[in-house]
Nanobody, 122 residues
């Protein structure tokens, strides 16, 4: 599986961005998909994930109510809608895909995209 993330950019506090992650392969609909981020000087952290069916989602506490993950299996794409952005959301965002089912926020993907930079100015 190859993943291509896009949609990052510079936005002011309170603004919105939508990240996209296009996946190759015909088995996209069977993969758990997720988003992670890594801020400068910090470890990579889990942001959100969605099960292959779309019926189960998890979010890290700091983005609940502001971010929404959703997928379009017909387009082999997963999205992360980010609203009410804060400076602390500034990071490189990575999409991930994995064959393991989504059972908790500790899920980690098997395949990773190249990352897209999100910068939120104060």
């Amino acid at each position: 599986v190859q993943l291509q993330a896009s949609g990052g950019g510079l936005v002011q506090t309170g603004g919105s961005l939508r990240l996209s992650c296009a996946a190759s392969g015909r088995t996209f609909s069977t993969y758990t998909m997720g988003w992670f981020r890594q801020a400068p000087g910090k470890e990579r952290e889990f942001v959100a994930a969605m099960s292959w069916s779309g019926l189960r989602t998890y979010y890290t506490d700091s983005v609940k109510g502001r971010f929404t993950i959703f997928r379009d299996n017909a387009k082999n794409t997963v999205y992360l809608q980010m609203n009410s952005l804060k400076p602390e959301d500034t990071a490189v965002y990575y999409c991930a895909a994995g064959q393991s089912p989504l059972r908790s926020p500790s899920w980690v993907g098997d395949y990773w995209g190249q990352g897209t930079q999100v910068t939120v100015s104060s």
